[in-house]
T-cell receptor, first 113, second 115 residues
Framework: AQSVTQLGSHVSVSEGALVLLRCNYS??????LFWYVQYPNQGLQLLLK??????LVKGINGFEAEFKKSETSFHLTKPSAHMSDAAEYFCAVSGLNNNDMRFGAGTRLTVKP | NAGVTQTPKFQVLKTGQSMTLQCAQDMNHNSMYWYRQDPGMGLRLIYYSASEGTTDKGEVPNGYNVSRLNKREFSLRLESAAPSQTSVYFC??????????????FGNGTRLTVT
């Protein structure tokens, strides 16, 4: 079985500052890990994913995440926040099948001018 | 290119009423899913359809039924709505059911309130 814990339901940063959204997972099988972003009144969009291979994964809009097996973590970072990054971010873990996917509770990112 | 389309966008029901949420995708995807999103709980899978003609229960199926009408359409039915079913419902699809190279594509959601 899989589960995800996102640390911090709300993160606030200034424009231009580092964004760090934390995600820890639990999985009984080698995990596939995902970050999704949700803008207001929209569905979720895939930001990036880790399947196998390189542990540092680059996604859209300048985001990246590093898979650390020893820490069971998959934290999301962006060096410089932009106002347009304000949204809710969900970490998810799955096994081989999408129906095994489990989502975290989400982290709402606010970007201050 | 519409992607995943959900109707209606908003709905208010009284306890005990029934309704069907509609979902259609135009990406020729094989697998489709229904999720509910509640504050502080992320998304939870209600039902899914790995391929046309099959449906299976997800994490929270009680109080719901689904129909995979054809490859494009996957509907979710509430037979007797309860206040606990107040939520935002998302339909999603993927090329196939394997997560590692078949990401989910989501619709924009249906906001349902049951009074």
């Amino acid at each position: 079985a899989q589960s995800v814990t996102q640390l911090g339901s709300h993160v606030s940063v200034s424009e231009g500052a580092l964004v760090l959204l934390r995600c820890n997972y639990s999985s009984s099988v080698p995990p596939y890990l995902f970050w999704y972003v949700q803008y207001p009144n929209q569905g979720l969009q895939l930001l990036l994913k880790y399947t196998t291979g390189a542990t540092l994964v680059k996604g859209i809009n300048g985001f990246e995440a590093e898979f650390k097996k020893s820490e069971t973590s998959f934290h999301l970072t962006k060096p410089s926040a932009h106002m347009s990054d304000a949204a809710e971010y969900f970490c998810a873990v799955s096994g081989l099948n999408n129906n095994d996917m489990r989502f975290g509770a989400g982290t709402r990112l606010t970007v201050k001018p | 290119n519409a992607g995943v389309t959900q109707t209606p966008k908003f709905q208010v029901l009284k306890t005990g009423q029934s309704m069907t949420l509609q979902c259609a995708q135009d990406m020729n995807h094989n697998s489709m899913y229904w999720y509910r999103q509640d504050p502080g709980m992320g998304l939870r899978l209600i039902y899914y359809s790995a391929s046309e003609g099959t449906t299976d229960k997800g994490e929270v199926p009680n109080g719901y039924n689904v129909s995979r009408l054809n490859k494009r359409e996957f509907s979710l039915r509430l037979e007797s709505a309860a206040p606990s079913q107040t939520s935002v419902y998302f339909c999603a699809s993927s090329v196939h059911g394997g997560g590692f190279n078949s990401p989910l594509h989501f619709g924009n959601g249906t906001r349902l309130t049951v009074t």
